[in-house]
């Protein structure tokens, strides 16, 4: 090994002594912090709001996953969250808006390796709205997840969720309006989900899955993840992945159209094919339609079908069955 290597480890491996001594580190210290930081760090906090003021909750923090949880029998909304050193939040009410937000109070952690203590930290905000309750929701969490967790069917007003790093996850959902779901670095799941309007999402480096999703416009665009919509309703359907598949199992829509870059297509339309104009071709990939191959390309309709279905994959395969 050359002489700089050795020093310039050596000057590096010194440095990060310097900052584990700096920011006090000790395995001792990590195995208090495991065992007692329910009981030194962490401190419930609660606050309500009468239900019949709110049209709206708002909510945006970081390295705090958020849960949506609807409760029978109450007129609040209750915000359940925690303090810890490191983490204030401020819960407010007005103007019809239940926000939550970190504190500008709250403290910056200058303990740069905190390692296990980091780690073992609370981390939820969970908010129960009536269960007959139609709000609007503005939700973001960076580096934490975002879950609707509606045991049964909760009605909601347009949905906005921004998440990072983690995954975004609607159960259960009546949305009377639009719903634009965003997530980098996580998964989008979705299931019994109806939307009178729009539905958007985007994700990347994770999956998207829907099932039992209704709308009438969808379209969904996924990087380096896989795309599958089982049994998902609607009339204008679009959805893109790169590097991954898209997977179709009783897809109902009149006018579809999938892009995948370096990933099959696959699965099965209600419906005949003669009902459908179709534009299919893969690039380094065969085509089967029915179980019939076609070559790299299957054209038909001519705009003569009330239905339309392009599909394009590159370096893999395309293969769609129309069934009842």
């Avoid at 990347?204 to 899955?209: F, G, H, I, R």
């Avoid at 239905?307 to 395309?318: I, M, Q």
Wanted: glycine share 8%; charged share 20%.
């Amino acid at each position: 090994m050359k002489k700089v290597s050795r020093f310039a480890i050596a000057i590096g491996a010194v440095l990060i002594l310097i900052g584990l001594v700096w920011s006090g580190f000790s395995w001792h210290r990590i195995s208090g912090d495991i065992q007692h930081i329910g009981q030194k760090d962490y401190t419930a906090q609660q606050a309500t709001f009468d239900s019949a003021s709110i049209r709206n909750i708002k909510v945006n923090i970081s390295d705090v996953g958020v849960t949506i949880k609807p409760q029978t029998g109450s007129g609040q909304v209750r915000v359940d969250y925690f303090k810890t050193k490191e983490n204030l939040f401020k819960v407010t009410g007005s103007d019809g808006t239940v926000s939550v937000s970190r504190s500008d109070s709250s403290p910056i952690d200058q303990q740069l390796f905190c390692f296990f203590r980091c780690l073992s930290s609370p981390s939820a905000i969970t908010i129960y709205v009536p269960a007959d309750s139609s709000y609007g929701y503005d939700l973001t969490a960076d580096n934490a997840p975002v879950v609707f967790n509606a045991g049964s069917k909760l009605h909601t007003k347009s949905v906005r969720i921004v998440s990072s790093d983690s995954r975004v996850a609607l159960q259960n959902l009546t949305i009377d309006g639009t719903a634009d779901l965003s997530s980098d670095n996580g998964s989008i799941w979705l299931q019994d989900i109806m939307a009178s309007d729009k539905l958007s999402l985007r994700s990347s480096d994770a999956s998207t899955v829907l099932t039992r999703v209704q709308a009438p416009d969808i379209t969904s665009k996924t990087d380096n993840g896989s795309t599958r919509l089982d049994h998902v309703t609607a009339t204008d359907l679009t959805a893109n992945t790169s590097d991954a598949s898209i997977l179709l199992i009783r897809l109902t829509a009149s006018h579809v159209t999938l892009t995948s870059d370096n990933g099959g297509i696959s699965g099965s339309i209600i419906g005949s094919k003669d009902d459908f104009d179709s534009r299919i071709s893969s690039d380094n990939g065969s085509i089967h339609i029915d179980g019939v191959a076609t070559g790299s390309a299957y054209f038909s309709g001519k705009g003569k079908h009330p239905k339309s279905l392009t599909a394009r994959a590159s370096d893999a395969s395309v293969n769609i069955q129309f069934v009842k």
